[in-house]
């Protein structure tokens, strides 16, 4: 928009944003996040957070920019697969088969994966509620 300074476009941005989200109107805000947000790291990071927060990630997905180069910073690619890792363990799997392998960190995403895994076998999770952990429980 001529004339308006690049702070202000990011207030308007984020107004806009907000009151899509308000109005529930997630796939409307997915759909507007590539041409508000443009390649600001932060802001994709921030707002990839809130629809997380609302349980609405899944409606942003196809709007992150993964052509390569990729024009956002690894760590926001990294925190939606990480996410997913709690959430939707088959999505990221999906989403790490599709996206180039240059947008994230393979070891950022898969180290805690297979140390989660790891103690899940090993019995070293920390115990649900009402659960015993390693070592709690009865007295044999």
């Known amino acids: 928009v001529p004339g308006m300074r690049a702070?202000?476009?990011?207030?308007?941005?984020?107004?806009?944003?907000?009151?899509?989200?308000?109005?529930?109107?997630?796939?409307?805000?997915?759909?507007?996040?590539?041409?508000?947000?443009?390649?600001?790291?932060?802001?994709w990071r921030r707002w990839l957070l809130e629809f997380a927060k609302a349980g609405k990630l899944h409606t942003a997905i196809p709007a992150i920019p993964?052509?390569?180069?990729?024009?956002?910073?690894?760590?926001?690619?990294?925190t939606?697969?990480?996410?997913?890792?709690?959430a939707d363990p088959r999505e990221l799997c999906r989403?790490?088969?599709?996206?180039?392998p240059g947008l994230y960190r393979g070891a950022a995403v898969?180290?805690?994966?297979?140390?989660?895994d790891l103690r899940r076998r090993v019995g070293l999770d920390p115990p649900g509620p009402g659960q015993a952990g390693v070592g709690g429980g009865q007295p044999s």
């Open 66 to 78: 993964t052509r390569a180069p990729a024009i956002l910073d690894k760590s926001v690619y990294e």
């Open 7 to 43: 702070q202000q476009l990011v207030q308007v941005a984020e107004l806009y944003l907000r009151h899509l989200f308000e109005a529930g109107q997630f796939a409307r805000a997915a759909e507007v996040c590539g041409e508000l947000l443009g390649a600001n790291s932060g802001l």
């Open 110 to 116: 898969l180290t805690p994966a297979l140390l989660t």
């Open 95 to 100: 989403l790490v088969r599709a996206w180039p």
């Open 80 to 86: 939606v697969l990480l996410h997913l890792l709690r």
